[in-house]
């Protein structure tokens, strides 16, 4: 049932938030849009349960869009002629949308409220995507959804706050966002301060005070949260654990399944296309054929393929065969869950270390060096080492005249930054920049 708007039930829900969850805003602009696109997005729902369990041509539908809409409407395909198949056209890369990112843009994205962002980083240089609304509910909302259902687990949409989405904090603060079409469920993202060992604790006395069925957000974090000192969580308090953001390790994935007494899985998918596979109940990533063509570049048989990814999930910014840099390891044989498509073994890309503090307190890199690019415009490439917990080697490339002073400068402002959590040396070098580049390294051993 698709609702027109925000009921009482969901002014409720933020006013009994407000009790206790410390300066939250409310996206009403998500949510209007989302009322807005109730229909499609039902219809994507059903296409993803149906895709999960049988076979889905997305290809032919995206080829189809190609002929009729794309090819005349989006500038950077402008001038094709009509495709057979999606092999027909050309792959692109980070670097098209680094230095022609606009002719993606579809002809009607000048009329839609367009959110902008700019992607996190960790594996090359940001982008800047232009995303619809409808793409900004899937993202936030749906998707929860149907990360729970690809591990077998049937959310009820009639929730107070189905997720809970932990986050660093930055400059934008907590946000409740509404849910008026009844599909997925209210989503509340909250910030917390994961230098912070307090924080940490306080973030998980929230999070049993608002009982979600789903908790998500990234490693670094789950690691945190699960070493705070923080009681652990009772059975049945969090239904799903589920981390995206960077591939997480058996031992993270362990401790936040004992802390949160809940299984943990991870949903695999770029700021560029939206999410792309999520791991099943038996521990396998499956391509989400509803969203995302998947295609594996690489040597046939063993070894590790790139994947290439064709989705219209953003009709704002359609991108057509989409190089993401992440590697995989193919498997072709039937998982347990009973799916037999080419399951991603595992995603072998982006991995990002957790850091230590001098303290010994996990860090996230991208939380602790945020601020990095936004010293100078003469910063073109940076990558940060971890040498042992708190000490920091940041290799930088630059345009500044004086290297010697830019480097000085630099490593000032990232030390005052760092005040106290460690310590960091810079050193002026040239960063190779392939699709294996890793923005964030541990080196401590
Ligand atoms: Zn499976």
Known sequence: MVQRGLDSRQGETALWLAGFVPNFGIDLHAALSAARHGHALEARLDDFRRAWVQDFDL???IVQSFNLDLRKRVPAYRGWHEIGCLRDLPVISKRDLLYRGADFLHDDAASLDLYAKTSSGTSGRPVKIGYAPVFQFEYLLLSIRKVAYAA?????PV???????VIDRDDSGSVLYPDPTGLAGPVLRLQVDTRSLAELDSCANLLRRIGPAVVSSKPSILDGLSRSGARPFDRDQIQ???S???VLSAEISGRAAQFFNASVVSAYGLSETGLVAYQ??????HIDRSACYV?????????TAELIVSTLLNPAMPLLRYRTGDSTLPGQTQCACGRSDPGLVEIAGRIVPTFRTAAGAPVSPSQLFRNLPSYSKDLIEYRVDQLEPGRFAVTIETRAVDRAEFARQIAARLNGALDGVGSASVILDEIPRGDKFQRYRDLSG
Not at 152 to 156: E, P, Q, T
């Open 244 to 246: 995206g953001g960077a």
């Open 159 to 165: 929730r107070r706050i189905q997720c809970v989405r």
């Open 59 to 61: 290809e032919q539908r």
């Open 240 to 242: 799903l654990v589920v």
């Open 280 to 285: 099943c109940a038996h521990g396998r990533f």
């Open 295 to 303: 295609e594996q570049d690489g040597p046939s048989g063993a070894g």
């Open 152 to 156: 077998g687990l049937d959310l009820d």
